[in-house]
């Protein structure tokens, strides 16, 4: 059965603003995290994949919704997970869970577009990409039950 790719991360002293409470732009530094790991998890490694396809991943659109509040030293479990494969892109989800309970704390989605490195002009998914990554594809509600989490 399909089940996110989850990382743990904690807050650290740079990700929190002068009340000790995470700024809202680090997501976006957990979230590159899960979509690195997920796709060495997939076996494919960014330094290795981009060469070898002379292709890039840039960002189109990126979105985040806000729960639950984290804090200095708080651990949190980051899920991501395919929502979306395409043609020439793709989305990718994440759901991010205080590790001492069941709700949603973040959750956000990123669209990536495949590009060509000389040119940035776009380009299909590699085939090798779409097959690795589609053990990680599948339905927010079928991800957010396999983590056991809640909408708060």
């Given amino acids: 059965m399909p089940a996110p790719y989850v990382i743990e991360e904690y807050v650290r002293w740079s990700d929190v603003d002068f009340a000790g409470i995470i700024f809202y732009g680090s997501y ?3 979230f590159e995290i899960a979509e690195t790991e997920l796709f060495r998890a997939a076996g494919l490694p960014h330094r290795e994949f981009f060469d070898r396809f002379d292709i890039w ?9 806000f729960f639950r509040p984290a804090r200095l030293d708080d651990r949190l479990r980051v899920a991501t997970y395919v929502a979306r494969l395409g043609t020439k892109s793709l989305t990718l989800n994440f759901d991010v869970v205080h590790d001492d309970g069941p709700k949603l704390s973040a959750a956000g989605w990123q669209v990536l577009v495949c590009v060509d490195r000389p040119r940035l002009k776009s380009r299909p998914l590699p085939a090798e990409l779409v097959r690795a990554l589609a053990p990680y594809t599948l339905a927010a509600d079928t991800a957010r039950a396999a983590l056991g989490v809640t909408l708060p």
């Fill in 28 to 30: 976006v530094r957990f």
């Fill in 57 to 65: 991943l840039p960002r189109k659109a990126v979105h985040a919704e």
